[in-house]
Nanobody, 133 residues
Framework: QVQLVESGGGLVQPGGSLRLSCAAS????????VLWFRQAPGKEREGVSC????????YYRDSVKGRFTISRNNAKDTVYLEMNSLKPEDTAVYYC??????????????????????????WGQGTQVTVSS
């Protein structure tokens, strides 16, 4: 198990930017595949972006491509989700999850299009992002 902490959420106007951070308590995320999810009120949790542990390959859901960027800062043991050109429909609680592998024999690549339910090693508590004028 890994304990994750998200930060960086807040209230922003449409077109604005936020940078979310995901850090692990007491350990490095350098060898973890890290995934960002979000859940809006009344909707199911959906995968937003991920970065693979072996080669830092990334994936983005179509609705955020070109606006969001996921990255690692190995020196700070942190994974970021840079969110630009935010829209009201981006409003949600954002969660990070992590797993210390990039591939599972029965599941396939962890970071891939349509990633979702999996037995991740840990989840963060979530950070609220509200996009509103």
């Amino acid at each position: 198990q890994v304990q994750l902490v998200e930060s960086g959420g807040g209230l922003v106007q449409p077109g604005g930017s936020l940078r979310l951070s995901c850090a692990a308590s007491g350990r490095t995320l350098n060898f973890y595949t890290v995934l960002w999810f979000r859940q809006a009120p009344g909707k199911e949790r959906e995968g937003v972006s991920c970065i693979s542990s072996n080669d830092d390959r990334t994936y983005y859901r179509d609705s955020v491509k070109g606006r969001f960027t996921i990255s690692r800062n190995n020196a700070k043991d942190t994974v970021y989700l840079e969110m630009n050109s935010l829209k009201p429909e981006d409003t949600a609680v954002y969660y990070c999850a992590a797993v210390q592998r990039y591939y599972d024999r029965s599941y396939g690549a962890i970071c891939r299009p349509g990633f979702g339910r999996y037995n991740y090693d840990g989840w963060g508590q979530g950070t609220q992002v509200t996009v509103s004028s």
